[in-house]
């Protein structure tokens, strides 16, 4: 039956918590594993592969997370995405963000790599710089508990976790 299905992490639909009609996919997934025999032995681990990632639409295995995480935003009457990250979450929320038609607030630090950035703002979402990282945390809760803001990330500190429902992208 899976012969028939798209070459992305979807044709596996039923294993996941979104709707198929509720996914805004950019085709994220089925990313390739490479065979690294001679790497594998110099650590000694015979059979070596590697995961290789870069190869989602945003270059991170965050879209995993993103595109999962989205495909409930609009069952939970998502008006806009929120994020406390200094890269790669950040870029794929934005970016699936975008796909999904709901604005996006990035939560970062100042000093966050300006790649990231500048990367998180080409899909529109908009980055905003804290002084202290523990700020962020207060800020998307904030936004959360008051605003109604659907997070992709963790939005207490210590950060542990994230998106009950992106997690099962990854």
Not at 114 to 143: F, H, P
Request: charged share 20%.
């Amino acid at each position: 039956a899976l012969a028939d299905r798209p070459l992305n992490m979807w044709r596996y639909h039923e294993l996941l918590p979104a709707d198929l009609d509720d996914v805004a996919s950019l085709d994220e997934g089925m990313t390739p594993l490479l065979h690294c025999p001679s790497l594998g032995a110099h650590i000694g681990v015979p059979g070596l592969y590697l995961k290789d990632e870069s190869r989602n639409p945003t270059g991170s295995f965050k879209d995993r997370l993103a595109v999962t995480a989205l495909g409930l935003a609009e069952r939970f009457g998502a008006k806009t995405v929120g994020v406390s990250s200094t890269g790669n979450a950040g870029a794929a929320a934005a970016a699936y963000s975008a796909r999904q038609g709901l604005p996006c607030v990035v939560l970062t630090v100042k000093g966050a790599a300006s790649a990231m950035v500048t990367q998180i703002r080409s899909y529109g979402a908009m980055a905003v710089a804290t002084e202290k990282k523990e700020d962020r945390w207060t800020l998307l809760q904030a936004a959360v508990r008051d605003l109604g803001w659907y997070p992709t990330s963790p939005f207490f500190g210590p950060p542990i976790g994230s998106n009950c429902y992106g997690v099962d992208g990854y």
